[in-house]
């Protein structure tokens, strides 16, 4: 549990470059929509967030951010 885990939602996004999802290990293509970690405040910013495929998204919605 981190100090701003209540701040953390996840966003909506459209894949300009690949990533690999954080969860299956599943390739993220190049205009594909994922789903990245964000924070509610807008001064705080995350080095490493994390990137999740579509298909984990609809499996396990709200809970990849834990």
């Known amino acids: 549990m981190g100090k701003y885990d209540s701040l953390k939602f996840l ?13 299956c ?10 789903y990245v970690e964000e924070l509610k405040d807008r001064f705080l910013h995350s080095l490493h967030r994390k990137k999740f495929c579509g298909d984990c998204y609809q499996k396990y919605g709200e809970k990849l951010k834990l």
């Open 25 to 34: 290990g599943q390739l993220i293509k190049v205009g594909d929509f994922y």
């Open 11 to 23: 966003k909506r996004t459209k894949a300009r470059v690949e990533h690999q999802c954080r969860k």
